[in-house]
C-alpha cells in the first residue's frame, strides 16, 4: 500500500491569514507523524503566502519521518533546497496567482534550468521527484531529465465529473504508474485526493507514496489532526 505524506501548508495559510503565530504547521507535522504519517510535505512558494523559510528550518530539524520539499527553480528558492536538503524535492510548476497548483511541468518545452536544479539538488545529495501529468512523453522525459521519481498529477481524476470520466483517468494512472516503474522511476501521486476518491488510487500497486493537504486539513479542523491522519490512512489500507 502508499505510504501518506501529509502536506501541512494550510496550516500555515490559516496562520498567514492573520499574520498571527499560531497555527503552527511545525506542531501539525508532529501530530501527523502521531497519527501514522509517513512522510511530512511543504511547499516554499516565492509569494510565501503559507509556509516560511523557518518553518522549513524546523521542520527539518525536528520531523522523525521523510521531509519532502515542493518547490519550483527560482535561484532563491534552490539556493534554500541545497542549505535544508530536504529527504526530496518535488519541482513543481509555480504561477503567481494561482490558488493551486493547476498542472504537471511542462516538459516539451525548453527544460534547461530544470536540469540544472535536478543536477545541483542531486550534488547536495537530495533525491528529485518531478510533479508531471500522467503522460507517456512526460514520463520519459522526466528519466532523460535525471529525475529519481515521478509525482503523478490526480486532479483531473479528483475532478472528473462522471463514472466514465473517472474510470478513464484512473488507467492513465495506472499506466503512467507501470511505465515509469519500469523505466527505473520512484512513483509517487498527489492533488485534489480526499477521504471520497483515493481508495481507487490506491490499487495501483506501482505508487509508492501519496502527498495529501487540503482534505486532512480541513478533517483536522473538525477532528483533530492526528484522527484525521488516521482516518485517511484507514483508506489507504484497506
Same mark, same amino acid.
Request: aromatic share 2%; hydrophobic share 40%; glycine share 8%.
Given at each position: 500500500?502508499?505510504?501518506?505524506?501529509?502536506?501541512?501548508?494550510?496550516?500555515?495559510?490559516?496562520?498567514?491569514?492573520?499574520?498571527?503565530?499560531?497555527?503552527?504547521?511545525?506542531?501539525?507535522?508532529?501530530?501527523?507523524?502521531?497519527?501514522?504519517?509517513?512522510?511530512?510535505?511543504?511547499?516554499?512558494?516565492?509569494?510565501?503566502?503559507?509556509?516560511?523559510?523557518?518553518?522549513?528550518?524546523?521542520?527539518?530539524?525536528?520531523?522523525? &519521518?521523510? =521531509?519532502?520539499?515542493?518547490? #519550483?527553480?527560482?535561484?532563491?528558492?534552490?539556493? %534554500?533546497? /541545497?542549505? *535544508?536538503?530536504?529527504?526530496?524535492?518535488?519541482?513543481?510548476?509555480?504561477?503567481?496567482?494561482?490558488?493551486?497548483?493547476?498542472?504537471?511541468?511542462?516538459?516539451?518545452?525548453?527544460?534547461?534550468?530544470?536540469?540544472?536544479?535536478?543536477?545541483?539538488?542531486?550534488?547536495?545529495?537530495?533525491?528529485?521527484?518531478?510533479?508531471?501529468?500522467?503522460?507517456?512523453?512526460?514520463?520519459?522525459?522526466?528519466?532523460?531529465?535525471?529525475?529519481?521519481?515521478?509525482?503523478?498529477?490526480?486532479?483531473?481524476?479528483?475532478?472528473?465529473?462522471?463514472?466514465?470520466?473517472?474510470? &478513464?483517468? =484512473?488507467?492513465?494512472?495506472? #499506466?503512467?504508474?507501470?511505465?515509469?516503474?519500469? %523505466?527505473? /522511476?520512484? *512513483?509517487?501521486?498527489?492533488?485534489?485526493?480526499?477521504?471520497?476518491?483515493?481508495?481507487?488510487?490506491?490499487?495501483?500497486?506501482?505508487?509508492?507514496?501519496?502527498?495529501?493537504?487540503?482534505?486532512?486539513?480541513?478533517?483536522?479542523?473538525?477532528?483533530?489532526?492526528?484522527?484525521?491522519?488516521?482516518?485517511?490512512?484507514?483508506?489507504?489500507?484497506?
Amino acid at each position: 500500500m502508499p505510504r501518506l505524506s501529509v502536506n501541512v501548508d494550510h496550516i500555515a495559510t490559516l496562520r498567514e491569514a492573520r499574520k498571527a503565530k499560531e497555527p503552527d504547521p511545525v506542531a501539525a507535522a508532529f501530530l501527523a507523524e502521531l497519527g501514522g504519517a509517513e512522510g511530512i510535505t511543504v511547499h516554499l512558494r516565492e509569494d510565501r503566502r503559507h509556509i516560511q523559510e523557518r518553518d522549513l528550518k524546523i521542520l527539518r530539524s525536528t520531523i522523525k &519521518t521523510k =521531509l519532502n520539499l515542493e518547490m #519550483g527553480t527560482s535561484e532563491e528558492i534552490v539556493r %534554500i533546497a /541545497l542549505t *535544508v536538503k530536504p529527504d526530496l524535492a518535488t519541482l513543481v510548476p509555480e504561477k503567481r496567482g494561482e490558488i493551486t497548483t493547476e498542472g504537471g511541468l511542462n516538459l516539451s518545452q525548453d527544460n534547461s534550468r530544470l536540469k540544472e536544479t535536478i543536477d545541483l539538488l542531486h550534488e547536495r545529495g537530495v533525491l528529485v521527484s518531478l510533479f508531471i501529468d500522467p503522460t507517456t512523453s512526460s514520463v520519459r522525459k522526466a528519466q532523460k531529465l535525471g529525475a529519481d521519481f515521478v509525482e503523478l498529477n490526480t486532479g483531473i481524476y479528483a475532478e472528473a465529473k462522471s463514472p466514465l470520466e473517472t474510470d &478513464t483517468e =484512473l488507467e492513465k494512472l495506472a #499506466g503512467a504508474a507501470i511505465l515509469a516503474k519500469k %523505466i527505473g /522511476l520512484g *512513483v509517487n501521486a498527489g492533488h485534489g485526493l480526499n477521504y471520497q476518491n483515493v481508495e481507487r488510487i490506491c490499487l495501483i500497486k506501482e505508487i509508492e507514496e501519496l502527498s495529501i493537504g487540503h482534505s486532512i486539513i480541513s478533517r483536522a479542523c473538525l477532528v483533530g489532526m492526528e484522527q484525521a491522519v488516521r482516518e485517511m490512512i484507514k483508506l489507504i489500507k484497506g
